[in-house]
């Protein structure tokens, strides 16, 4: 035995005889776990997290959270001698005093923007492969509620240094909450410690920001990958992929130094672009007062679909018995965002009443075997993107030299007309790969070598795809509709006999399919 | 063919492809070399790093394509950093791709459902301890459990009552009083009629109060007036309003009636004022009556006339609410 | 008296009384209108009028109408000063080439020569704001850029943008970028308020303000990229665009490298 085993043997024996860790370390150790690219997108999404912390937590030691006012003596002399609070002056001190301070204020903000894409693009692979049914469904919740809390996150992240830019983002959040029927104007006093903006908002913001939110995406997210490890990931389907099993590598040392290897990775471009690209330059916004306002003010990009909404949003108000209901803030502001994201998190349970599956799925669905799951992602995508092009319209506009009048009509009936057009033509789509797959499998790949053939005939000789891809191609479920007749094989109604109607038609329009190769279909071009 | 047809089986995991550093040394050492080579270019980074920190001063610019004319401190120190960070990562992961073993392990999955008896025993331990507790049984306890657990759960929203004070009258009261001058923002002169030209603009804060040096932002919020002149004749206006002018002068609270952004851009030919944050559109000419947007009311008129020094100032208070609504707004 | 009245009808009184008259007539006539400086100077104005009035007439008036009286698509140039001639036709604005929505910026089409001549003739029809003389414009020494800032934030920026880059006004029309802009037209146009823009006056914005806020957007011209690229100094709506593009396609490509089988 050499020295170093030694010692790693003393070490090991130390801790094993206090924590029974070898136990539990050899198990883990050889986990096993299905390497596919897209399965790095949540990953992407947790380097970010502790880039966010790390970054956050220098920031932290010169940042000063307050809104009483000071005179600014720094180094930037289009301020010099300006009143603002000091939060903002402790920002432009960090940018232009600190060294590396600006850098770190860049990788903090980009890394949070990085982690918002993540977690979008996490959110579409996991959706769009049907990783969230059984036994997934509180996962996926919890990543609901990561992505919510995020953008919530986010926005008060920028909103610290109290800028111009984001000042007015908070003015209009009070605005929101100030909507609120009955208790709005309470709930606004109580937050921003009085009349907006008050001088209580930013310190308040920041405990929430650096402590509390922190706090609870650690733990949330401590559970999303405990909950991934204990369940192991899924698979795509492929040849010696079942539901009964997991093909991969094992943690230690393969999967270790690709998942680590990444993380330094993510930093690494996170860093680059903050070396490379500026982002929010507080200094060219100026400190924040109610009585100023910039031409083209937009919040982050992941709020802008909420902006786009209330750009949109008709002059809708209610005015009775002396008092008001602001529909033109309340429907874009929290009704519609409400739907949104509570029909997000629901979806697993929607899906399976839906389809009546309730076993569990280790195995990935391909986006165009399910058509009408896909297509209804297709629609909500439609959605919110048009909802985000309108809340940059005035950028648009200059751009382009368009007019922000007619953006904004395109907007408003876009959103309503072009999300169904978007699920039709998906599913379309879906449906005929389905039936370029049957071929694929029944006629084999075309080569593009053409032969005469002795009677003058000119065909193109096909060749036959591997068994491997014909598995691939293959051995996806189908199982039809729901059989939910009105009356049972007793005569007697069923009870709620409306809602099983609805299930019944959901569920016909989810299996409508273009049937996969049989053995049959085999048999007759055998035979052809 | 003559052989029978089956159903399209699963051919298993395909075969092992070897890579060229698992059967070739040489490759395998030209790997190790690649290796090296990433993870030395994250050492130089790191350098990079160390002497951008130490070495270049924090004002001295240099011109990138593209970027322009960049601050060289904060350029190569993130640059030093990204270059030590992304070659680590780099090499392991071409470690891990060309030397490390890439045979795929198949692993069986186990049922999370837990054994009939592990579940007979769990109902019966929840069973047991629930009779043993009595909760069941003994409902006193439960109401009274209930009632207190409830009653202390909402003692912590006591504790946050002074979080702040309660609206009152702030929402319905501004600074502007009748005979309160306007000011211009920022500089503090007093207005005369024949300061604005036709057409012109002026960003407008009521007077100070005598002994106040300081406005608060939150009053800023409030009374931030946008001052706006016409010709007498391109009023559309009833008599009431048109009484609130002076001049073809008019004046409106700044505060945008949807969400409060201030809203201060005023198109001169078209007579409209715009906010740049929804783009809800409103018409100088009458009375700011909305043409185009989310607001569902126009901005709230401030009357104006003259002092006795010929300085313009407000009529009265404000007659509504300025700002955005809120479930007291009568109107 | 009885004896001049005896030549009253001598044959010399009549051009005698000629010439006196012509005069007194010309004597009275240029005292009236003497000039301060010589006429040399009254001479190239009135020169110049005539030659902005030809160019008027050639290139503006069938707009504008043959006496700046303005028409249906023009308006009236009566009392709008040689500020604003200097401004519309100085930045090229003038002759007004897209009638679509508003004029826009390019390469001027008369010399500043002829610009000057149709100021002046413009100016000659009714008072207007003048064009500001050197002296009035020296921003460095009479403007502070920290008060220019501010002022530039309370003013302009709500059209301008935080960095006088322009923005949008409604049904098309803009506020253009502040970059490459004369400051002499940056003045002109806070006084004369051309098109959407309004008028910024004197005692609203005082002269040594208007400085500074010229101060403040030549500093914001000149201020390199502090934090790498600007990116358009329009905020977030390209801080996202890009994430979403190069960012997180750079993720994904190491990320499908890292998931290949090595060869």
Known sequence: MTARERIAGNVANYVDERTGAAAWMKKNLNKVFPDHWSFLLGEIALYSFV???????????????????????????????????????????ISFEVRGGLLMRQIHHWAALFFMVAIVVHLLRVYFTGAFRKPREFNWIIGVGLLTLGIVEGFLGYSLPDDLLSGTGIRIAEAIIQAVPVVGTYIAFFAFGGPFPGEAFIPRIFTVHVLLLPGIFLALITVHLML????????????????????????????????GGFFFIVFGVTTFIAAVASINPIWLYGPYTPGQISAGSQPDWYMGWLDGLVRMAPPLETHAFGHTISWNILIPGLIIPGIMFTGLALYPFIESWITGDKREHHLLDRPRNVPNRTAIGAMALTFTLIALINGGNDIIAQQFHLSINQIMWFSRIGIIVLPPIAFVITKRICISLQRADRELVLHGKETGRLVRLAHGEFVEIHEEISPEKKWLLTSHEQSGALELPEIDKGGVRRPSAIRNKLRSRMSQANAEVAPKVSTQDLKEIEHL | ?????????????????????????????????????????????????????????QDVFVFVPIMGDTNAHQLFLGLGLALSLFFIGMGAIHWAKTLMPDNEVTVQRHEFKSSDEDRKEFVKTAKDGAAAAGLGRRSLIKRSLGLSLGLVGLSPLLLLRDLGPLPGDSLLKTSWKAGTRLVTDPGDRPIKPEDLEVGAVAQVLPAMLPGQDHRSLSDIGKDAVLLIRLRPEDFNLDA????????????????????GCAVALYEQQTKHLLCPCHQSTFDVTRAAKVLFGPAARPLPQLALTLDADGYLVAKQPFSEPVGPSFWERSS | MKRLSKYRRHRAVAPLLLIVALLGIGTTFSVASATPNNSAL??????????????????????????????????????????????????????MADMSTQAMRKKPVYTPEQVAALAVYVASLAPGPEIPGDELLNYERDGSVAEGGELFRNNCAMCHNFAAQGGALTQGKYAPTLMGV???????????????????????ITPEEKLSIIKWIKSAEAEPALG???????????????VWTLGIGILIGVAVWLAMKAR
């Open chain 1, 51 to 93: 880039i966010l912390l790390l970054s956050g937590t220098f920031l932290t030691f010169w940042f000063d959270p307050s809104q009483r006012e000071v005179v600014y003596e720094g180094s930037y002399q289009p301020l010099s001698g300006l009143k603002m609070s000091a939060a903002y002056a402790s920002t432009l001190h």
């Open chain 1, 228 to 259: 991934v490890w204990y369940q192991k990931h899924t698979q795509y389907p492929g040849p010696g992929r079942t539901e009964k099993n997991v093909v991969g590598y094992p943690l230690f040392p393969v999967y270790m130094a690709k998942a």
């Open chain 2, 1 to 57: 063919m003559a052989h029978e047809i089956e159903a399209i089986q699963d051919p298993g995991i395909p075969a092992h492809v070897h890579r060229k550093a698992d059967s070739d040394p040489k490759e395998a050492a030209k790997a190790e070399r690649q290796v090296a080579i990433l993870f030395s270019l994250s050492a130089v980074g790191t350098i990079l790093f160390i002497v951008s920190y130490i070495a270049i001063p």
């Open chain 2, 240 to 259: 009431e309003r048109l009484s609130w002018t002076h001049e073809g002068i008019i004046a409106f609270s700044k505060i945008c009636s949807h969400m």
């Open chain 3, 42 to 95: 009254a001479l190239a104005r009135s020169a110049a009028i005539e030659e902005g009035k030809q160019l008027f007439l050639k290139g503006c008036s069938s707009c504008h109408g043959l006496n700046a009286e303005g028409g249906g698509i023009a308006p009236s140039l009566i009392g709008v000063g040689a500020a604003s001639v200097d401004f519309q036709v100085g930045t090229g604005r003038m002759p």
């Open chain 3, 182 to 204: 004369e400051p002499v037209h940056i003045y002109e146009a806070m006084i004369t308020g051309p098109q959407s823009m309004p008028v910024f006056s004197d005692k609203i």
């Open chain 3, 228 to 242: 790498g690229a600007s990116l358009g100094r329009v905020g977030p709506v390209t801080e996202g665009l890009l």
